[in-house]
């Protein structure tokens, strides 16, 4: 197994406030515009450093999705700040409409996603948004598993032409991935070689896996671990090769088993490679308060369900 | 040769009204009541030509509709205005056609620089498109017409609020103030109310015109145009009659989303002059 070791715990959403400030200094197209939430999100740098091209929007999402697009028209590059759960449900037909079927070079940054979030409890902790997004044709949708990811990826996404869906959290999570690494949109990331069960994971859930592998190796259960930073467009030929070398494929996402990636690898499994699944993802339910660990703890979002699920084919 | 206005505005409205008749579908209604303000705005006022027009509007003024379903209106104007060849108005709603239904710009159709359909959105986009002007030091204008209708959607008035905060003032904002909507009038609906007051409550600059008198429209563009660059966005309430033109669509709702049949599209075009030449069917 492949030693990945944690250089220190951050949260991914600095990881993005860093990717935008650095765009800040090196992209004048880029823009910015938050919903009430410039903290939280991390955007504090950019908008002190480029007040001009920093825009206040209030706490009114949908009228910020259209200006961010209408910004997109005019030729800049803007990328709207706010919590997932508004970021995506709240604003759908917004996103849909001025977005995706116009095409406009808008990129939606959303912090606290997923049950990570914590103590503010259900009506914040999204759980569906991946699914939301990845329906819309146009979107691409990337969940990036550490800080330093998350940056290069803030920094890849202003890079690409078209909407961009940017997934990230609220705790400290290990920051272990290479501080100088170019984040490719579309491309799986092979944390290990191996030939017994292949565990596809994405976002906070990567860190939790290859824990879990640890432990599968010592048991003497050999795996294939692949980090899928990218779910639309999903790195098929990835997928599909390590199905068909291990067989068993385990998916761990921070998401309802609805519309989230372990369906997007099943879907294509389906058809290209029919291959035995687990899903480690919430099913068909919503979170409650409490502290991250315990709940991803409680709704079966760790290494130890990983494991499990990874030894019950 | 030259057309006036009133001219264009006519060939406007027979190209209208044989559009929805053509595809059986569509709204005539609004399209009637916006065309006065619409044939001026394209034809007069914006600095934009079909070969100066880029979806960005950099170096031109800008136009956005947000009320997507009059959609016959915007298409006639611009192929009378010369972005496309104005024979493609046949295939309004048809299969494959550039002419969707509610505006796209999935098959790049000149002129259209953003879709609209779900209503509410236009304003904000416009919004967004003014910032981009002002931050590249672009000293053109962003118009955007909205319904009254339309205005009952919360994001309006988000958008009113973010417009006045950020002093958006090269935007020139115009509600058509047909009073109709799909189900009745826009009080009896929704109580729409005073839109001078709303308008005005939220730090806008308002003004208010005759949308069918072409002295009234040019007075009050000019008066929109004097009022740019002082600190608010500009808002026109133009008072305008649904289905105007054509005496048995005017005034009610019942014309919004209807096509009139073979008899009723000849009935209409005995009352409106045909100046430029119909597009052929």
Known sequence: MKEYVDTGKKDTRSGFGAGLAELGNTNPKVVALTADLKGSLKMDAFAAAHPDRFFQAGIAEANMVGMAAGLAVGGYIPFIGTFANFATARVLDQIRQAVCYSKTNVKIAASHAGITLGEDGATHQTLEDIGLMRMLPEMVVINPCDYNQTKAATIAAAEWKGPVYLRFGRPSVPNFTPADQKFEIGKAIKLNDGSDVTIIATGHLVWESIQAARELESRGVSVDLIDIATIKPLDKEAVIASARKTGKVVVAEEHLIAGGLGEVIAGVLATACPTPMRFVAIDDKFGQSGKPAELMAAYGLDAAHIVEAALSF | ?281
């Open chain 2, 1 to 281: 040769m030259e057309y006036t206005l009133e001219q264009i505005a006519s060939q406007v409205r027979r190209d209208i009204v044989r559009m929805v008749t053509a595809a059986a579908s569509g709204h005539p209604g609004g399209s009637l009541s916006a065309t006065d303000v619409l044939t001026y705005l394209f034809f007069k006022e914006m600095n934009v030509t079909p070969e100066t027009w880029r979806r960005s509007g950099e170096g031109t003024d800008q136009f956005f509709l947000s009320a997507g379903h009059i959609s016959p209106v915007l298409y006639s104007l611009l192929a009378r205005r010369g972005y496309f060849p104005v024979e493609e108005l046949a295939t309004f709603r048809r299969f494959g056609s550039r002419l969707q239904g509610h505006p796209s710009i999935e098959r790049g159709l000149p002129g259209v620089n953003q879709a609209a359909g779900s209503l509410g959105q236009g304003l904000s986009v416009a919004i967004g498109a003014a910032l981009a002007k002002r931050l590249s030091g672009d000293s053109n204008t962003v118009y955007v017409l909205i319904g009254d209708g339309e205005s009952e959607e919360g994001q309006i008035w988000e958008a009113a609020m973010a417009a006045a905060h950020n002093k958006v003032d090269n935007l020139v904002a115009m509600t058509d103030w047909n009073h109709q909507q799909i189900d009745g009038t826009t009080e009896e609906v929704a109580g729409l109310g005073n839109l001078r007051t709303k308008w005005e409550a939220f730090g806008w600059s308002v003004i208010e015109a005759d949308g069918h008198n072409f002295t009234a429209i040019e007075k009050a563009f000019a008066e929109a145009r004097n009022r740019k660059g002082l600190g608010n966005p500009v808002m026109i309430l133009w008072h305008t009659e649904m289905g105007h033109g054509v005496d048995f669509m005017a005034g009610t709702c019942k014309w919004h989303g209807k096509n009139p049949s073979a008899e009723q599209c000849a009935e209409a075009m005995k009352q409106l002059e045909e100046t430029m030449g119909d597009f052929a069917l």
